[in-house]
Nanobody, 126 residues
Framework: VQLQASGGGVVQTGDFLRLSCAAS????????IAWFRQAPGKEREFVAG????????FYAGSVKGRFTISRDSAKSTVYLQMNNLKPEDTALYYC????????????????????WGQGTQVTVSS
């Protein structure tokens, strides 16, 4: 699986952005796709994820209610709609994929993902 992330930018507090993660390779129906982010001096953290086949979505508590993850099967693309952005959302955002047959909660650790896209920078000014 190859992943290409895009859509980052510089915005102000309260603004919105939509990130895209275009996937290519084998069929994605058995994959989970997630967004992670890493701020300077901090560890990479889980932001949101989606089970491609079922469309089930999962979020970190810090973004729930503000961010929405979705997928477009025809375009093999996962989106992260980020609303009401805050300065603490500033980070390099990555999309990642793993072939996933586990039920229950989605994988939330970066070490559990096998495929990564390049990062896209999101900067939120106050």
């Amino acid at each position: 699986v190859q992943l290409q992330a895009s859509g980052g930018g510089v915005v102000q507090t309260g603004d919105f952005l939509r990130l895209s993660c275009a996937a290519s390779g084998p069929t994605l129906s058995s994959y989970s796709i997630a967004w992670f982010r890493q701020a300077p001096g901090k560890e990479r953290e889980f932001v949101a994820g989606i089970r491609w086949g079922a469309g089930t979505t999962f979020y970190a508590g810090s973004v729930k209610g503000r961010f929405t993850i979705s997928r477009d099967s025809a375009k093999s693309t996962v989106y992260l709609q980020m609303n009401n952005l805050k300065p603490e959302d500033t980070a390099l955002y990555y999309c990642a994929a793993v072939r996933d047959f586990v039920l229950g909660d989605i994988r939330r650790s970066e070490v559990q993902y096998d495929y990564w896209g390049q990062g896209t920078q999101v900067t939120v000014s106050s």
